[in-house]
T-cell receptor, first 109, second 113 residues
């Protein structure tokens, strides 16, 4: 069965400090992993996907198949990073995407 | 610009009433999805469709139905609204090609009293 686990409901980090949002998954095949972000009063939007190996707004995420993890990292937090972050997985059998429960990131001034 | 729109943005209804939430996309995507967002549960998949006349149940489909009569629309119907269905509902679409992301609507906040 597909499962995405985000162990932290809330993460508070001081501005300028490093950020790591944890995501672990369970899937028997080769999944696609995504991070979505929801800023206050805005719709959910894609932040990044593992296949692109890109850095968006200073965030990166590396897929670790051995640990079945896809943690989101940023070296220096900014106040505008405060938002709800969702890790998501798409299996290789169909197009549906399942989400973790989300982590609210709060950047302290 | 292509977009995905949901209506209404807010809805208050009474227990037992039938409610339909609209979702319209101009991306020309084959795949459409309905999620509900609840504190402590994140986003959970309700129903999804891979094309006209195709519908599939997600993880929390009880009490909900969808129909897909054209590419652009996937209305979500609550047959007999219950207080447990008070939530924020999001519609999303994707083109179904490899690694394509979901495009989300703005959401509908539904309150069942």
């Amino acid at each position: 069965a597909q499962r995405v686990t985000q162990p932290e409901k809330l993460l508070s980090v001081f501005k300028g400090a490093p950020v790591e949002l944890k995501c672990n998954y369970s899937y028997s095949g080769s999944p696609e992993l995504f991070w979505y972000v929801q800023y206050s009063r805005q719709r959910l939007q894609l932040l990044l996907r593992h296949i692109s190996r890109e850095s968006i707004k200073g965030f990166t995420a590396d897929l670790n198949k051995g640990e079945t993890s896809f943690h989101l990292k940023k070296p220096f937090a900014q106040e505008e990073d405060s938002a709800m972050y969702y890790c998501a997985l798409r299996g290789n059998r169909d197009d549906k995407i399942i989400f973790g429960k989300g982590t609210r990131l709060h950047i302290l001034p | 610009d292509a977009e995905i729109t949901q209506s209404p943005r807010h809805k208050i209804t009474e227990t037992g009433r039938q409610v339909t939430l609209a979702c319209h996309q101009t991306w020309n995507h084959n795949n459409m999805f309905w999620y509900r967002q609840d504190l402590g549960h994140g986003l959970r998949l309700i129903h999804y469709s891979y094309g006209v006349q195709d519908t599939n149940k997600g993880e929390v489909s009880d009490g909900y139905s969808v129909s897909r009569s054209n590419t652009e629309d996937l209305p979500l119907t609550l047959e007999s609204a219950a207080s447990s269905q008070t939530s924020v509902y999001f519609c999303a679409s994707s083109d179904g090609t490899g690694n394509s992301p979901l495009h989300f609507g703005n959401g509908t906040r539904l309150t069942v009293t």
